[in-house]
């Protein structure tokens, strides 16, 4: 009897120190694959609107953490919305271009952006109109000084933005 | 007996060493296989022969592959095509092959179903080709990023994307997958990895194991006729070779599986020398650029027809979102296969042209995967992706009248 308990007891702590061991490497092994240090900080992107020449209906393409950012000034017959950027008296789309289906890059066609990959679309607003996109293109948190937008620095523009598009 | 006094620079203590004779002749002189067979029973021993050339041919590729998103690109383009020696050669081999043997999975696969190859003591033989099926998908995903031209890069993209769980929004499992924001650096390395060393060793285990789930239920045979495998090997050593139902897999089988072999292989060769273009989209010999997406983007022939379940359902319905309706069946339609043998509600074995009703059935089924196959190389646009909402829709009502069906086949014939 004693035997027996001293057989249970061994195996386990065996068995405790297997697991401990197992999930502690796990941890190790899964935090292994997280985005670098050096990933995580290649941080902020800034652009003056100012200095862009953009041409009202022709959308931009900017490059921030290895995504594309779209900045479209929209003409005056594109529809005004609470998810617009206003600096002054122009009306901008600031937008992740992503589509927000499987991440493939909208590309720009007359009016709309349309998806490639699945034939999504997305308005000059950036909502989404057709296809299986679930959502609008997202917002990048973006902070604004002037004319000058940095990106990955959220500010109360992109955050009230982001609120009307939620 | 644990002392071995022969000497070991002797064929006998050799013998007396590793029991080779009695290994040979286990696994392969008295492993016995059914006469009544055909040639879609050799293409277990082509699928060997085809992924040996994968590893054989990808060897030669590692020692130039760089897998750096700086050199990825020329280290294919340039140094494998244009200076190794014969570096195009096993590029060409690899590329072809890795794309032949999806065929011939799938008609590997086929065969299965088609002889009910996966019922009755023989589920596991199914379970594991489904495993090895799953694996080498994975190894054909991993390995297309590789050149890191444009379908690697947008392919790599939209797939690590599946896992942000559409509306779900799993945050942080994407970006952990591939480390980092969007596909990077990490991600062709982590992924090359996966190519060269995890995933070959997974898939060779999972080989090993899928030759051992056939050794107690043996492979089917034409008319899935019972065969008491003792007694037709007695017959069959005593000397009753007509007589008997089995021949040994080794001289007999494999001769023949040689034939068919030689057959495959000048397939392949004509492929691999005349027309290895079908398996190098031209799209992917522009670098990889994140900022544009080609304008038509496309997986590999073999993974079609899921990728149309994918985008099949392109409308909201039913309170849910197009997209995640269409995640939902594309996930669906990894796993379902899998699940084969527990949906076919028919005692008997049976091949499909004795059962009237899973015969239409199986060729419904063959015809929609080519629909959908078809469907998913062509823009989702007007028409197109109404054919692919039908062909998703005729899919998932394949697999849930499939219970019914058998069902009712076995009731005609008397089995329930």
């Known amino acids: 009897m004693s035997n027996t308990n001293r057989r249970d007891f061994l195996g386990m702590?065996?068995?405790?120190v297997a697991a401990v061991g197992g999930a502690a490497s796990l941890v190790g092994m899964k935090q292994a694959w997280d985005?670098?240090?050096s990933v995580l900080a290649a941080g902020f992107t800034t652009v003056d609107l100012a200095k862009i020449n953009l041409v009202p209906g022709q959308p931009q393409t900017f490059k921030w953490r290895g995504k594309p950012i779209f900045i479209l000034e929209k003409t005056a017959d594109m529809e005004a919305y609470d998810g617009d950027l206003v600096v002054g008296d122009k009306r901008y789309t600031v937008a992740i271009g992503l589509c927000t289906h499987l991440g493939c890059i909208p590309a720009w066609k007359t009016d709309v952006w349309k998806c490639a990959c699945h034939g999504g679309e997305f308005d000059a607003t950036g909502k989404h109109t057709f296809g299986p996109p679930p959502k609008p293109l997202v917002t990048p948190p973006f902070s604004i000084n002037g004319t000058v937008l940095t990106l990955g620095e959220e500010g109360s523009e992109s955050k009230a933005m982001m609120a009307a598009r939620a | 007996m644990a002392l071995i006094n022969e000497s070991f620079f002797s064929a006998e203590g050799l013998e007396k060493r590793l029991a080779g004779k009695k290994f040979w002749k286990t696994m392969m002189t008295e492993y016995w296989i059914p006469k009544d067979i055909n040639f879609l029973w050799a293409l277990g021993v082509v699928l060997a022969v085809t992924f040996s050339i994968l590893i054989i041919s990808g060897i030669f590729l590692m020692m130039y592959y760089k897998p750096d998103t700086a050199l990825a690109f020329d280290s294919v383009n340039y140094t494998i095509m244009q200076e190794v020696?014969?570096?195009?050669?096993?590029?060409?081999?690899?590329?072809?092959?890795?794309?032949?043997?999806?065929?011939?999975?799938?008609?590997?696969?086929f065969t299965g179903i088609y002889y009910g190859s996966y019922k009755k003591g023989r589920e596991m033989i199914w379970i594991s080709g489904m495993l090895l099926f799953v694996t080498f998908s994975a190894g054909g995903f991993s390995g297309y990023m590789l050149p890191w031209g444009q379908m690697s890069y947008w392919a790599a993209?939209?797939?690590?994307?599946?896992f942000a769980g559409g509306s779900l929004e799993a945050w942080g499992l994407v970006e952990w997958i591939r480390g980092g924001f969007a596909v990077n650096d990490a991600t062709l390395t982590r992924f090359f990895m996966l190519h060269v060393f995890l995933l070959p060793l997974v898939i060779i285990m999972v080989i090993v194991f899928h030759f051992y789930t056939l050794r107690i239920p043996h492979v089917n045979n034409q008319i899935s006729d019972d065969i008491d495998y003792d007694a037709e090997a007695e017959k069959y050593l005593a000397g009753n070779k007509k007589e008997s139902k089995v021949i040994p897999f080794w001289p007999v089988f494999l001769s023949k599986d040689f034939a068919v072999v030689s057959v495959f292989l000048i397939f392949y060769f004509y492929l691999v020398f005349f027309n290895y273009n079908f398996a190098m989209d031209p799209v992917n010999f522009d670098p990889a650029n994140d900022m544009v997406t080609p304008a038509h983007i496309y997986p590999e022939?073999?993974?079609?027809?899921?990728?149309?379940?994918l985008r099949g359902p392109f409308f909201d319905m039913l309170g849910m979102k197009a997209g995640d309706i269409g995640l939902i069946i594309f996930g669906?339609?990894?796993?379902?296969?899998?699940?084969?043998?527990f949906l076919d509600?028919?005692?008997?074995?049976l091949p499909a042209h004795k059962r009237p009703m899973f015969f239409i059935w199986f060729w419904i089924m063959i015809v929609d995967l080519l629909v959908l196959s078809v469907y998913g190389k062509l823009p989702p646009t007007g028409a197109n992706a109404w054919v692919g909402f039908y062909a998703t829709a005729v899919f998932l009502l394949l697999w849930i009248v499939l219970p019914i069906v058998t069902k009712m086949d076995a009731k005609k014939r008397g089995a329930l």
């Open chain 2, 157 to 162: 993209a939209v797939i690590t994307n599946l």
């Open chain 2, 301 to 309: 022939w073999y993974f079609l027809w899921s990728y149309e379940t």
């Open chain 2, 332 to 341: 669906l339609a990894q796993v379902i296969f899998l699940v084969f043998p």
């Open chain 1, 35 to 37: 985005p670098l240090p």
């Open chain 2, 85 to 109: 020696a014969f570096g195009w050669l096993f590029r060409h081999m690899h590329g072809v092959a890795a794309s032949v043997i999806f065929l011939v999975i799938y008609i590997h696969m």
């Open chain 1, 13 to 16: 702590s065996f068995a405790a």
């Open chain 2, 345 to 349: 509600k028919d005692p008997d074995v």
